[in-house]
């Protein structure tokens, strides 16, 4: 049982380039959730998705965009890399939240 | 203000120690709260949840929410090595649509 899946695991980019952080769930989740986690400032939502066909945005969604391919699927798109979108991104499923997230083991993403 | 907010530490404990680790939230409404764990280069794992105030207990680790003052605990008996990790608290917004989380607190337990 994989759990939530992201690739790729690590990424150098150059600013102004793009690229897509994909993420899979295999527990029939309704609900994804992209995080991005920075020293000091903790776990801050991004976008996320209650259901198939439905997105909305979290705490800092600028310079981001995402798909909600399937019920599986959720990508995250940076359209323009900036130095500031370097974190660690963490996606995350969940069937009830009240009952807690399932998290993938993170994208750790420089911008140089 | 901050829907939860914790001590970042960081904590320095000997192995064996018991551990006290805190947050507040701001919002009564408040019912459920959760504590994960997240190894250096890992994602968060989810270690416990509890729903409205009292105590939960797995093995050596209790989880304690005092809705009167807004705020949750984790100790840790017996506390090991491996345990040396980030502690999260979290509580899902109103509308239980997403998880607000605290910054963490950095725990290392000296063998």
């Known amino acids: 049982n994989a759990g939530v899946t992201q690739t790729p695991k690590f990424q150098v980019l150059k600013t102004g380039q793009s690229m897509t952080l994909q993420c899979a769930q295999d527990?029939?989740?309704?609900?994804m959730y992209w995080y991005r986690q920075d020293p000091g400032m903790g776990l801050r939502l991004i976008y996320y998705?209650?259901?198939?066909?439905?997105?909305d945005k979290g705490e800092v969604p600028n310079g981001y965009n995402v798909s909600r391919l399937n019920k599986r699927e959720f990508s995250l798109r940076l359209e323009s890399a900036a130095p500031s979108q370097t974190s660690v991104y963490f996606c995350?499923?969940?069937?009830?939240?009240?009952?807690?997230?399932?998290f993938g083991s993170g994208t750790r993403l420089t911008v140089v | 203000q901050k829907e939860v907010e914790q001590d970042p530490g960081p904590l320095s404990v000997p192995e064996g120690a018991i551990v006290s680790l805190n947050c507040t939230y701001s919002?009564?409404?408040?019912?459920?709260f959760m504590w994960y764990r997240q190894y250096s280069r890992k994602g968060p794992e989810l270690l416990m949840y509890?729903?409205?105030?009292g105590n939960k207990e797995d093995g050596r680790f209790t989880a304690q929410v005092d809705k009167s003052s807004k705020y949750i605990s984790l100790f840790i008996r017996d506390s090991q090595p491996s345990d040396s990790a980030t502690y999260l608290c979290?509580?899902?917004?109103?509308?239980?649509?997403?998880?607000?989380f605290g910054t963490g607190t950095r725990l290392t337990v000296i063998p």
């Open positions: 509890t729903y409205s105030s």
């Open positions: 527990m029939n989740h309704n609900s």
């Open positions: 998705s209650a259901s198939e066909g439905t997105t």
């Open positions: 919002n009564s409404a408040f019912q459920y």
């Open positions: 979290a509580v899902p917004s109103t509308g239980a649509n997403n998880l607000f």
């Open positions: 995350a499923s969940a069937g009830t939240v009240n009952y807690g997230y399932t």
